[in-house]
Structure formats: C-alpha cells, structure tokens
C-alpha cells in the first residue's frame, strides 16, 4: 500500500511539478511575492554568545546505502544515518534512516552538501523527500532526514512524570542535524568545506538552531519557520498542535492560550531558536514568509527574522497548506542562493 501510494504520488508531483515550475508561473510569483535583502551586518556571533550545551556527542553508523528507485536525473540510497543514540526520546524524533541523493551524472569531484530538515509529521516523507531529490537534481549531495507521526501526541506535559518533554526530543533533534552533518562529512561525494542545510515549517525552527550550534553550515534556507515557540503553541491552527496546546492547558489549569508564555519551561527553554540566532551569520541565510498562514502565524515568523539578523526573505501571500503552490519556485531560489553561499570552498 504505500508502495502504492509514493508512486500515485510520484506521478502527481511529475504533473505537479510541470505546471507550479513552468516559467510563467514563476514569473507571476515572483511579481506577488516581497523580497527584502538582507539589513548589513558584521557577520556572525559565534563565541560571542553563549548556546545551550546539548552534550552532543558525534556517532557515524557503518551501515552499507541501499539502493532504491530514483528519477532518471538522480541517484538515490536509503541510508542510515545515525546510530541508535539511547536516548528518552528515541523514536520520538528523526528517524534512523533517511534517504540520500545525488546528481545522475557525477564527475568525481565532491559537491556541496545539503541536510533537508522534515516537517513536523510526514509518514512518507513526502516533503521533505521531494525536496531533496530536487537539491540533488540541482547539483547538491542531499540528505534528507525524516520524521513520522506528529511527537505532540506523546510527550507529558508538566515537569514531573516518566518520558521525554517536547524539549527533549527537539534537543535530540537539534543534536540529530548535527550527526547528520556528520554523516555527510564521512562520504567522498560530499565537499565537507561546503555544507548548508534546508527546513520547511518546524524543521525551519530546528534548523536555525543546528546552524548555530554548528560552524560548519555555510548556509541556510527556512520556509515557514519561528520563533517563540509558546507563541507558536498558542495561537497555532495546526490540529497536532491544538492538541497539544489543550493538554497543557487541562495540565497546568489554563483557561487563557497566552497564558502558556508564563510557563516556566516556556522560559529555559534549550530549543528556542532564539538562543541559538545570534550565532548565524545573517547573510548566509534566505527566509521564505507566509503572510496568510494560521499554523506557525506570521508574527512568529517576524520573531525569527528578527533574531537571525534580518537576513534575505521572501514573502509569499498565501498560508501554510497554500505554500504548497509555491513549493517549486521555493525550492528554485533555495537551490540558487545555495550555489551562491557554497560555490567557493571556505
């Protein structure tokens, strides 16, 4: 069956693609879209900051790439990436295998590596899949991490209790984009002085925060990302996080959604991308905005522009699930500014 289903897929983006990436239709988002460049800056905070300490410890598994169907304009692996990390959020987080591509046709000489972040759930990987295959397809050895079932629905809420918090498993997701680097550090097809890394909606918020915990990113591109994740729980329309967001409030006793900002864990948060913002350089990063969007609402997404600097963005006028409409010509100006931040070796 879901062999099934990624082919009926398959064939849907092919037709997709052929329509929402044809040149008129890129023409006509970039004349509804507002790009704004980035302020002028002195470059990043790195050392001048202080970052929440993860205590992560890098681990590369020696498991053989299997091969798996791919387009004919790339090559593709089922890998895996990370080893088990014995962690309470095991299982909660990234998964242990991933999906690895690269340019049908290969020179010999390393390229460009880019780690592609997953949305918040994404069974069969559709987003987060496609995009990588599309990186790949620009020239880019792609990784692409994945994720299952929303883990709202099962983390504990209060600060007492067995299992992980929502804090855990996005720590254990900050540290999985780093071994994830790791891993793609350890291949030969990969330049390892040229590394960026791609995030659409919550891997947008995970990914600022693996940019600045890590120096070898040279790059980032976030759709749809913020900060301010009390904010984000509050007021979001997403039904995972409505859940979410009632079982705290029945937990603590709220009445009032704005009243999850007052939370002690909401406070010490290690996960707010907010920490982690001063350490990237904002000219190494391009944010695409949706202006209409009811899940991560944009006056988040206004709070991590500002914190990251106020780097490149693009605003697009439509919402969350709208954004799928714009995934091509996203994706087509992320692959740009990437050759552009990663053409030159560090």
């Avoid at 009445?255 to 982690?276: I, M």
């Amino acid at each position: 069956m879901q062999r099934l289903r990624r082919t009926v897929f398959f064939l849907a983006d092919q037709t997709f693609r052929s329509v929402m990436g044809s040149a008129p239709f890129m023409r006509l988002l970039d004349l509804v879209s507002r790009e704004e460049p980035a302020a002028s800056g002195d470059g990043d905070g790195r050392g001048r900051v202080p970052l929440p300490d993860l205590e992560y410890r890098g681990a590369i598994p020696t498991g053989d790439p299997v091969t798996v169907a791919a387009p004919r304009h790339i090559r593709a692996w089922r890998v895996e990436w990370k080893a088990a990390s014995r962690s309470s959020a095991d299982g909660l987080g990234y998964q242990g295998v991933g999906g690895f591509y690269l340019p049908r046709v290969d020179g010999g000489t390393p390229r460009p590596g880019v780690l592609v972040l997953p949305v918040l759930q994404d069974r069969l990987s559709l987003a987060s899949g496609t995009l990588a295959r599309y990186l790949a397809a620009q020239g880019f050895a792609a990784l692409e991490l994945r994720s299952g079932r929303s883990f709202l629905d099962r983390v504990r809420v209060t600060q007492e209790g067995h299992g992980p918090t929502c804090e855990d498993v996005e720590t254990e997701m900050i540290r999985d984009g780093r071994r994830g680097l790791d891993w793609l550090c350890g291949r030969r097809e990969v330049d390892e002085r040229r590394l960026g890394i791609m995030g659409i909606s919550h891997g947008a918020m995970i990914g600022p925060c693996v940019m600045g915990a890590d120096s070898r990113l040279r790059a980032g591109v976030f759709c749809m990302g913020g900060a301010n994740e009390a904010m984000i729980v509050a007021r979001s329309r997403e039904r995972s996080v409505r859940r979410f967001r009632e079982r705290i409030m029945r937990a603590h006793g709220l009445t009032d959604p704005n009243d999850l900002r007052l939370l002690p864990q909401a406070q010490a948060s290690r996960t707010e991308p907010v920490r982690y913002a001063p350490a990237v350089d904002p000219r190494s990063v391009l944010l695409f905005k949706t202006r209409r969007d009811r899940a991560i609402v944009p006056e988040a997404q206004d709070t991590l522009w500002e914190a990251l600097g106020r780097p490149r963005r693009i605003t697009l006028p439509c919402g969350h699930i709208g954004f799928g409409l714009a995934f091509y010509y996203a994706a087509h100006r992320a692959a740009k500014f990437l050759w552009e931040r990663l053409s030159h070796r560090a």
